[in-house]
């Protein structure tokens, strides 16, 4: 079993940088994928970096690229979600998630979600 809890969401300014972080805790023995996910209102869950168990290899979205970098600290139990030069499409509620790589919005377990929002 897995156990995820966000932090560091809130209002940001356009261009603006922001820095989420997920704590976990796993239970048992198992190897997971770790990453997040962001849903809009109106629109679908879609998929915005993970990064490997082992934290060798990592997935960016291509609509973030550039900008988001994903990180995990096995020593304090932490996974962080570095976002730069943010842009009010930004805003959503991101979600935390630990399942098999690679990561899947209909699978995996799930954090309770932090909101994000990009405005002036």
């Known amino acids: 079993q897995v156990q995820l809890v966000e932090s560091g969401g809130g209002l940001v300014q356009p261009g603006g940088s922001l820095r989420l972080s997920c704590g976990f805790s796993?239970?048992?023995?198992?190897?997971?994928?770790m990453g997040w996910f962001r849903q809009a209102p109106g629109k679908e869950r879609e998929f915005v970096a993970s990064i490997s168990d082992s934290g060798e290899y990592t997935n960016i979205a291509d609509s973030v690229k550039g900008r988001f970098t994903i990180s995990k600290d096995a020593a304090t139990k932490t996974m962080s979600l570095q976002m730069s030069s943010l842009k009010p499409e930004d805003t959503a509620v991101y979600y935390c998630n630990a399942g098999p790589w690679p990561l899947r919005s209909n699978r995996g377990y799930w954090g309770q979600g932090t909101q994000v929002t990009v405005s002036s």
């Open positions: 796993i239970l048992g023995s198992g190897f997971y994928a």
